[in-house]
């Protein structure tokens, strides 16, 4: 069965042993503690392991610049592998740039619009 943690902004699902995908809600803007709260869910379904993660953000969500700083620093990193970003849209793609451009993520972080590329690109990233 599959584990979910469902949150105020998002769903966290485990979907294999260190993978983790997380769903947006439709609309979604995400604050600080919103950000906190959902790296707190993936990081309770891997147990505090190495990880990947698949951030769903095709929902049109969208996040304070305050909560993109945190997502990139060291805190929510830790444990990450990598980061792939599945965005559609002007929203999507405007906050995957400023995320990738501006914060500069410590792990290795992509943005995708084919959710199997992105897939295919995380299981890379775990050999």
Same mark, same amino acid.
Request: no cysteine.
């Given at each position: 069965?599959? #584990?979910?943690?469902?949150?105020?902004?998002?769903?966290?699902?485990?979907?294999? !042993?260190?993978?983790?995908?997380?769903?947006?809600? #439709?609309?979604?803007?995400? !604050?600080l =503690?919103?950000?906190? !709260?959902?790296h707190?869910? !993936?990081?309770?379904?891997?147990?505090?392991?190495?990880?990947?993660?698949?951030?769903?953000?095709?929902?049109?969500?969208?996040?304070? *610049? #305050?909560?993109?700083?945190?997502?990139?620093? *060291? =805190?929510? %990193?830790?444990?990450?592998?990598?980061?792939?970003?599945?965005?559609?849209?002007?929203?999507?793609?405007?906050?995957?740039?400023?995320?990738?451009?501006?914060?500069? $993520?410590?792990? $290795? %972080?992509?943005?995708?619009?084919?959710e199997?590329?992105?897939?295919?690109?995380?299981?890379?990233?775990?050999?």
């Amino acid at each position: 069965m599959q #584990e979910v943690i469902d949150t105020r902004t998002a769903q966290v699902f485990l979907l294999k !042993e260190n993978f983790v995908k997380m769903v947006m809600k #439709e609309d979604a803007l995400l !604050e600080l =503690e919103d950000m906190i !709260e959902n790296h707190n869910a !993936e990081n309770a379904l891997t147990n505090h392991k190495p990880h990947v993660i698949l951030i769903d953000t095709r929902s049109n969500s969208m996040s304070s *610049d #305050e909560a993109r700083k945190f997502s990139s620093g *060291d =805190e929510p %990193t830790k444990y990450r592998i990598a980061v792939a970003i599945l965005f559609d849209g002007l929203s999507g793609r405007i906050v995957a740039n400023s995320l990738l451009n501006i914060y500069h $993520p410590k792990v $290795p %972080t992509q943005k995708f619009t084919d959710e199997n590329e992105a897939i295919l690109w995380l299981e890379s990233m775990m050999k």
